[in-house]
């Protein structure tokens, strides 16, 4: 890096506010901190409301901070269509069963376009606009025929958005890396093809998909985030602090809390500063 050389500047994404007031709370507190610049709203959980809204939305005014959906297509979660199909116990599939049915077509298209578009709808209805990106839960956004129904949907109710893909820079690609990762790449390549042809941007590359069942230091693994990643890369990140609620709907728990440790910390900035990254 040359001396006074310009910072890369990324986007900090804050994954599933709306999922609990222990998310929301730690969000709304990274923002407020300007640790974070971007954070995805889950329209069908059960912490999003038009009051969690009016304060997320005052919130990333202030601090300059992205609002997205972050669409919600596995279970726990329920529909917002009424003939949305299929379905277990009343929910949408869990994540092996709707990768499943989707590598092998059996996912109906028109009734995805639908529930997306409630999704997108339910976004507007509360912000009094469309997101200004769209991602998705448990990375379903990318997913065969998911994909194609997005983009279809982000293209007629939100086309100025930009929507995220889950491929690593080419530089973190050259090693390996954990299996999650490797599918992302592969997804994603489709994914970039058909948002590139319908005229929908996407960010150039992604990091912050890891194992959290290992609860690894947070702050060494963010620093592996930021290799190679280039200028308008994005890494996900998912605080939190655990409430009853979270515990009860998803099994990422104590990992959130320390992810918001880390980037509430003074070795956050000290970190982007040392690599010379900056916020988008």
Not at 164 to 173: L, S
């Amino acid at each position: 890096m040359s001396a006074g050389s310009a910072p890369r500047r990324i986007i900090l994404c804050a994954d599933d506010f709306g999922l609990s007031d222990g998310v929301n709370r730690a969000i709304l507190t990274l923002i407020g901190q300007r640790r974070i610049n971007a954070t995805s709203v889950m329209a069908v959980a059960p912490a999003f409301d038009r009051g969690s809204a009016a304060t997320l939305r005052d919130a990333a005014a202030e601090n300059r901070c992205q609002i997205g959906l972050h669409l919600t297509l596995t279970a726990p979660f329920r529909p917002l269509t009424m003939h949305f199909r299929p379905l277990q116990n009343d929910t949408f599939l869990a994540l092996p069963k709707l990768l499943r049915a989707s590598v092998l077509r059996r996912l109906d298209r028109e009734l995805l376009h639908a529930e997306i578009l409630a999704q997108l709808a339910a976004f507007k209805a509360a912000f009094g606009r469309p997101p200004d990106y769209v991602d998705g839960h448990q990375h379903a956004q990318a997913f065969p025929q998911v994909r194609d129904a997005l983009i279809a949907a982000v293209g007629a109710s939100a086309p100025a958005a930009w929507v995220r893909q889950c491929g690593r820079a080419p530089a973190a690609k050259r090693s390996a890396g954990d299996l999650k990762s490797r599918v992302l790449d592969i997804l994603s390549s489709g994914f970039r093809t058909r948002a590139a042809k319908a005229g929908i941007a996407f960010n150039p590359a992604f990091a912050g998909a890891y194992d959290f069942t290992k609860e690894p230091d947070f702050a060494t693994i963010f620093r592996r985030f930021l290799e190679g990643l280039p200028d308008g890369g994005l890494v996900m990140c998912h605080p939190g602090f655990v409430d009853d609620a979270l515990a009860a709907l998803d099994p990422l728990t104590t990992q959130r809390e320390r992810e918001y440790e880390f980037l509430a910390s003074d070795q956050f900035p000290a970190l982007l500063a040392e690599r010379n990254v900056a916020l988008k």
